[in-house]
């Protein structure tokens, strides 16, 4: 996927490309998903079956920190 690198809103400098990671169960670092619709409590955390998930792409600005995050659809 070819993705151009975003300019921060607040300050107009090239931004980097990162992940987010998660701890998951027993510490297992997980990369952070998108998943549509609202949140459902389910027994053991939360219930995503049926509903679309999208890996994420998160953007930090090097000079204030600010985040953008991006969750786009995969091309094949």
Partial sequence: MTTTTP????????????HVL???????LLRVSWTEGQPEKGLMGYRVKGRRRLPTITWRCPRCGWLL???????T
Avoid: L
């Avoid at 995050?69 to 091309?75: I, K, P, S, V």
């Fill in 69 to 75: 995050w991006f969750a786009r659809e995969e091309q």
């Fill in 22 to 28: 998660d701890a998951g169960n027993s510490n297992h």
């Fill in 7 to 18: 300019e921060c809103p607040v300050c107009r400098v090239r931004m980097e490309e990162g």
